[in-house]
Structure formats: C-alpha cells, structure tokens
C-alpha cells in the first residue's frame, strides 16, 4: 500500500485545473443504465471510484469505450441484475443503480453497503422511496433485492435531503408510469448535474435545485450525444484552502465559485483574500488565519465534504474556532491525527472546539477515509518538518493526481510503496 511524504513549509503558488467532479460522474455514468441510445460522456475524472464504477456497468452489461476522460456507453441489454459484495463494499456509491435498474429493466439486486467510517449511512430513504412507486423489495443474506413491473409515479417526502436518495429516485422516475414529485429533495450541484443530463438523454425533470423536484415519467430514453461533468467543488475547495493554510496564492481554472458560496464566505471571514473570474477563483493567503465557526449543513449550507480540510486550516487560527458536524454521525475521525501534529482539539459529541496554535509539526499519520486525507495532506502541507500519511489508498478515490497537482505548485509531496 503507498504512502505519501511531505516536506512543509513552502508557499503554495501557481495555477491549478480542477477535475471533473466524483460525486457527479458516478450517478450520471449509473444513470447510462436507463438510455438504449449511445452516451458520450466527458470531463471524467480519473479515479478510482469511477474504475469501480466502470466495472460495475461493465458487470451489468455495458459496453464502455474510454479515451482518457471521455467515455461513450451503450447499455443495449442487461447481462445481470445483480451488484455483488465484492464492488459495493468497496464504493458505497454502486447503491446508485438500484434506481436505473428498476426503473428500465424491472429488477435489481444489490449487496447492501455496509457500515462506513463517517458513519452508519443507511438506505432506507432510497427503499422507502422506490416501495412507494410501487417496488417489491427484499433483503436477505446481505442484499436487497427489487422487483417492478412498471413503477408508478407517486409524492416522496424525504426526511432528509439525501443527495444519492434524491438521484436514485429521480433516476427511478424517469422511466415511472406517471408523475412523481419529491419533497424535501437535495438540492446540490450534482444533482442539478444528473438531471441536466437526464434531460438532455430525453426525461422531464423540473424544479431540480430546489428542494421539489417534479419527474414526467417518459416510456423510454435514447441516449447523450454530448454531456460534460460539471467540475468538482470539494477539489476546488481543498486546493482553496492549501492556499490559505500554506500562506499562499493559488489559481483554480474551471472551478464555478457559485458551487463555493458557503466556503469562499469562510474563507473571506477569516482573512484569505479570494478573486473571482469567469474561468476560476483565486485565493492568497495572509500571515494571519483568523478564528471562524462552522457548522455542516446540506446544501447551500457548508459542505461535509469540506469540514475536514477546514479542521486542518483552524487549527492554526489566530484565537479559538468551533467546528460543528450535522450530516454525519462519525467524522471526526481526523481530529486526533491532527492532534499528533500539535493541533489543540477539544472533542464534545459532533462538536470540535479548536483552539489556534502557531505551528504545527510533521508526524507519521493514517487516513481514515476520503476527505480526513485531504485534511492531512494540508496540515502536512504547512507543518514544520515530515510528514508521512497512510492508507493514502482513500485519497485515490476521490483526488486526481494530487501529487503532481501540489508538486506544481511547489508542494513536496511525494508517493512511496509502503516497504520503500
Ligand atoms: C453524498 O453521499 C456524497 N457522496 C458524500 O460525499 C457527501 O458527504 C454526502 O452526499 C453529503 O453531502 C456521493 O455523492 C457519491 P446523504 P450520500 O444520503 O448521498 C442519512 C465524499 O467525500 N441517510 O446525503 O450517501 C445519512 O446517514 C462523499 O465525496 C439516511 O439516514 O449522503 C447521512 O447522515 C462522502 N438514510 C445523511 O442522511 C438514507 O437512506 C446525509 O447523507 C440516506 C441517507
């Protein structure tokens, strides 16, 4: 397993160019499942996440041909209906064809993704919402398995806005028999992606954005000519804010600064001067971090996604600042590798009370999961001396190239095999 070492202490500065974006990629590539018709798809990141993705479609039936970061897929039949334990354990994302599946072939069988390290995660909204178009749905030895003659169009009110029930079941209802409308629907970017794509493949889906979302069931849809994923706002915001905590001045070409709001706000409340234009967003960096508080909020709240990279940049502020997590139950795994480099937090239920130091100091440490990595690859980034971040195999799921990306913008970070 590789690791990454890094060597603090430089500015970060220079251009850098965001990727397409993970967490669109996946629900519009499962939602190639829907189309008869030939999908081009761009702007795909190379991730391992979108491998899996791959595989999984691969598994069902599809036919992928991939030039970099532009796909075409034909699903012209299913080979099977069933995503095994062995591709959903390692990406709880593949539940993302739970919906095409029912939707276009009537049945689906998919291993039910198990506990994850930012919390329970369950599925139930996805279920309750599919049982509701008029689903059969049973779970037994590790997997939930559907049936469906014809969904049903119907009104779905989510006690949560979660972003992939929301994408299942607009998916879902595309191809339902009927109207169905969603309430309290999730209103992030991706989402608004999934269904410009679906749209552009021939659905009729309005008020996507807004937390009701209206699905005119079609009988059948052909395919996208040409779609490009929208680019990623989490990579962005991470690269945002290594500005920030190098002291530095970093350009982001391709991101949309209206996905940051929430972050660009924080970022300008703690003194980081932030420059927009039509093709990016700069940020630099001053000597003084100042203190600000936080508090995780589904969108256009501050993103989950972000908190993370954050704790690494407060730990450093000038006065105290408090963190507070609402969307996952578990994720403030990161704290206590932060505190290895020197950080001082104080941990109350999802709450994290951080009180600035004036460095922090290289340490060997392990990731956790996806953005915790993130978050140390920053504190790694600004501390004095070495540090060296395990299990890096999480940051490939969710960050292109990385170490090239911070090398080029005079970062030292470098990969090693876990024996060199
Ligand atoms: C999506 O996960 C993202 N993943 C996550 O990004 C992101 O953190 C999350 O949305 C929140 O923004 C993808 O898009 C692939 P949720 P998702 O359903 O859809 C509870 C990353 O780092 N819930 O909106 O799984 C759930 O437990 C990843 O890129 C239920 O209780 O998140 C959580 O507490 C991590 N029952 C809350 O809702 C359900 O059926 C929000 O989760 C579904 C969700």
Known sequence: MDKIRIKGGNRLKGEVQVSGAKNAALPVLAATLLGSGEQRISNIPDLRDVLTIKRLLTHLGAEIEAD???WTVRMSALKQCEAPYELVKTMRASVLVLGPLTARFGEAKVSLPGGCAIGARPINLHLAGLEKMGAEIKIEHGYVSIKANRLQGARIYLDLPSVTATENLMMAATLADGVTVIENAAREPEVTDLAQFLNRCGARIRGFGTDVITIEGVDSIDGATKFGIMPD?????????AAAVTRGDIFIRGCNPRHLDAVLLKLREIGVAIGEDPDGVRATGTARIGPADITTLPYPGFPTDMQAQFMALLSLCEGSSVITET???????HVAELRRMGADINIQGNTA??????RLSGAPVMASDLRASACLVLAGLAAEGETEISRVYHLDRGYEHLEKKFSNLGGEVTRMKQNS
């Not at 969307?327 to 795994?333: A, P």
């Not at 009370?353 to 004036?358: F, H, P, Q, S, T």
């Open 353 to 358: 009370i951080i009180k600035g130091v004036r």
């Open 233 to 241: 706002r989490i990579e962005a915001g991470t690269y945002l804010t």
């Open 327 to 333: 969307v996952f139950e578990n994720r403030l795994t």
């Open 68 to 70: 970099g970061q532009n």
